[in-house]
């Protein structure tokens, strides 16, 4: 690899080791393996290479590579006549995160119509307009959901079925 796709492979894999260390809440050099594996692609990764690449303790790497696998993120595979274990990014993990997105707006939307038609009932006793709820960040808000779950599962079918 040539030293400016090293340098920009390094950076990546600081940015999307914060990101997935905030979102996934991993511990910062779990979320760097994981990133770096990301990176690395299907040809994956050894331990060693990852003990040497993110300078960090043999006892460290093993103990991350151990959980990730535990959480079903990273699977390996072995060459034959090679001893090492080549680890690579679990495809199954993409869809299981579009298959938690697509729960988590289901219950935002099923608590988003309940606060709407609460508030829509409240407003049919309040006498004095100024005081109503407005409805339509609801609305918009509902609309947004559908939009983005209909997109969500187009990706998921690409994905799978590829």
Known sequence: ?????RKQKHAL?????????????LAPVEARILSYIILTGKAGTT???LVTKLCASKSTISTHLNHLQDLKKIIYFTKAGDRKKYFIINQDMITQGI?????????????HIEI???KEQANTIIPDETSKFDLEFHDNYIQFLNEAT???LELRTKITDK
């Open 116 to 118: 709407k038609q609460y």
């Open 99 to 111: 298959d938690e997105m697509i729960e988590s707006w289901a219950n935002q939307k099923q608590l």
């Open 1 to 5: 690899m040539n030293e400016e796709l």
């Open 150 to 152: 209909k997109s969500i």
């Open 13 to 25: 894999v600081e940015k999307l080791g914060v990101l997935i260390e905030t979102k996934d809440k």
């Open 47 to 49: 331990f060693e290479d």
